[in-house]
């Protein structure tokens, strides 16, 4: 066996290292320190086939139990937390499958009556776009752009991959496509700015694996009363920490998670302590789109 290699490791080159504290200082809008968004997962799956979360072991196709179980989202979960939404009048970055408009218009219609921002999130949830070849991915992006804006929708801005599977070329491809900003990368507390090939800027704008209802309650089983207080206690600690430095808090949240009536009444407790400081000008709440172009302006 040769020996290993001990010099430096393979990276990806998209954006160098700088520590959190070695950082320009800013604000956002109206001298905010904290920018919070709801990251609203709308998704559809196939029937009979693809991927899909799961609330109890995988059946052979057609999974009746857990496809109705995601589907449950759709039809039931997604009112539930838009009625919640609108009561606190709470914003959202809605990532949404293109294949909803097909499935149920109308829910798609609600979020843009609400004046939610719509961001890319592939076809569907039951596939994953890493394993495609580079006119495939560029085909993917492409078509949600184009679909979205065939329904009158304006061109999404952002883009969280199906799973959040990437290729080697996905940054640039995104760029190429037009997309402003991606939420697949979550190794910050701050918007980053990617390289791409084309030169075109790409922003990372941080989107969260811990405030994040499938990995917490579906992987580690977590009880949604100890979810919702995970989004409290991380709210006032970044309260605190954005003295220093403006940070963006983003919280993603599944329909057929969080919408089932005993999770909605936690995140229900949860939403109103955020909004209870909204009126003392250091939380900024917004949509993700919104804190892209603020970056943006800051670096023209």
Not at 22 to 36: F, S, T
Not at 135 to 164: D, F, K, T, V
Not at 231 to 247: G, K, V, Y
């Amino acid at each position: 066996m040769s020996a290993p290699s001990l010099g430096p490791l393979s990276t990806h080159g998209r954006f160098d290292y700088v520590g959190i504290g070695q950082r320009p200082d800013y604000c956002w809008p109206d001298g905010a320190r904290l920018a919070v968004y709801l990251g609203f997962n709308v998704e559809h799956f196939a029937f009979g086939e693809g991927l899909g979360a799961a609330i109890g072991p995988a059946s052979p196709q057609p999974d009746v139990l857990n496809y109705s179980w995601r589907e449950y989202g759709n039809r039931v979960g997604a009112w539930r937390c838009l009625e919640l939404f609108d009561q606190l009048s709470l914003p959202t970055g809605a990532l949404i499958n293109t294949a909803l408009y097909d499935h149920c218009p109308e829910l798609v219609a609600a979020l843009v009556t609400r004046g939610d921002e719509l961001i890319g999130h592939g076809h569907s949830n039951a596939e994953r776009q890493g394993g495609l070849d580079e006119a495939g991915e560029r085909a993917l992006l492409a078509h949600c752009r184009q679909r979205m804006m065939a329904e009158g929708h304006p061109a999404p801005q952002g883009w969280l991959s199906p799973w959040i599977s990437e290729s080697l070329l996905t940054p640039d491809l995104l760029a190429e496509t037009g997309y402003s900003y991606t939420l697949n990368w979550c190794h910050d507390d701050q918007p980053v700015a990617m390289r791409t090939r084309s030169g075109q800027p790409l922003w990372a704008i941080p989107y969260p694996q811990e405030l994040n209802d499938i990995p917490m309650i579906v992987a580690r089983q977590m009880d949604a009363r100890d979810f919702c207080q995970m989004i409290i206690d991380n709210f006032d600690e970044m309260l605190l920490q954005a003295r220093q430095q403006p940070l963006v808090m983003g919280i993603a949240l599944h329909p057929y998670l969080m919408g089932q009536p005993y999770r909605l009444r936690h995140l229900r407790r949860a939403l109103e302590h955020l909004c209870r400081v909204r009126d003392h000008g250091e939380v900024w709440f917004t949509a993700p789109g919104a804190i892209c172009r603020h970056v943006q302006s800051l670096n023209r």
